[in-house]
């Protein structure tokens, strides 16, 4: 259960926040040292986390960590960096933004560990056992993952030479994959604890699909799915006591390790080539940091260097994110495109964007400052949520994997993705079943 949100300890714990965090954004804004502005940064960073004395599933600790990595990547990459590739400058607003919205998110998200709760005891108005459930999802499971293997065959049959030709091509087989790989996550987090046990059967399902996951980033060098899977699984699988935080520890260097061997074999399955240049172009904290990471800060520092784009889309990006939902990519605007076209035109891939960019272009500090109170505000809502029944839970988990890969994207990659995927895997479910599922 939840503490009160206003009891002595949590008003104590938001002061020590407000406070560490104004100490951080005063010593960006007083100083010219890089070195000063990433530990300032990572100082409050870690302040949250220490708040939730490291509990891995409140947004203090993986929204913190996670943010951080991300919007400092590119900061530090400029610090250690000897190729110069990709840089662009560095002024203090690069990590100085990203701090004001780590702390307007934590200030509207209670820093109460809401403690795990018994979501599976039996219900008297349940009217469809979790036993038929999960035997519902595994059979669409299972369809999915046959399905997705079918496409990736197709894909490989097609010959395309990158992952930008298949989007460029709008190739039907790859964007189904990539929704199915998602819809595989969701519901197979919702059937790990809809079961709320993993016995032998259950661990071959799971590897079954990590494999499905794997082709399927290997084949078309997309490795968005699988490291939605991996998040969501391990969320999982600690969730139901699987994993404890020594695996969690465990698990930390195995997933950098990963992002390294992955950034490096990206392309070897679809050109059979080795990204030699990568492996290098710098030390072992360098190719962590740019295999993923540095397009965050990258794009932000663009938009600095071209003051002209503060404000520049104005509030109606906000409307295109909540539609986007609703309808094809092509028919809306899409502020990822937008970047890209205006400052990459004719590249042969996405530099992706930056959430705290979007608040940028939006209405500059203050449109940073709405952007991450509307956000501070879901994942508060979610997180207190969280512990009602099976399917909020699954809401939960899987929404934080949304979350931070929104972090290099935009808002609407949070709105898209949670309603045409829970949302609409669950709507299914209620179809099925006549309506049975809302009562797990």
Known sequence: MEAKIFNPGSILRYVSLICVWIISISVI?????IIIHIFAFWIFAFWALKIVKFDITHPYFWFASTFSLYNSAYAIIYLIAINRNFI???????????L????????????????????YVNRKNRNITRRQLSRL????????CFSTLVFIQILKMRNYGSRSEMSGNREYFYVLSIYFIRYITYLLCLFLLSVGTVSKKTWWL??????????????????????????VIAFCLYRLNVFTRKHVLVLIPVG????????????????????VNYINSGNFLYLFLNSDFRDTGSNLQILLNNTWTSGYIGIKSLFFDFISAFLPSRFVFNVNTWFNETF?????????FSLV???YVIGGVLGIVLLFIILGCLINYAYRKKEENVISLSVYIFFISVVISSFRGSFSTITSDMLRIPAFSLFVLYVITNGRIKAI
Do not use: H
């Open 357 to 359: 960019g979007e608040g």
């Open 256 to 275: 950098i390790l990963s992002m390294v061997f992955f950034t490096y074999i990206k392309y070897f399955f679809v050109t059979g080539e080795l990204d």
């Open 100 to 119: 004001l919205a780590l702390g307007v998110v934590l200030i509207f998200i209670t820093p109460n560990s809401i403690t795990f709760e018994d979501v």
């Open 344 to 352: 990459f035109s004719g590249s042969n891939w996405s530099r992706a």
């Open 137 to 144: 999802i595994k059979i669409l499971i299972i369809i999915l």
């Open 206 to 231: 799971i590897l079954g699909c990590f494999f499905v996951a794997l082709q399927f980033s290997l084949f078309t060098s997309e490795r968005d799915g699988l490291f939605r899977f991996i998040v």
């Open 88 to 98: 662009y400058g560095y002024s203090k607003e690069n990590l100085l933004y990203p």
């Open 29 to 33: 804004l007083l100083t010219k040292s």
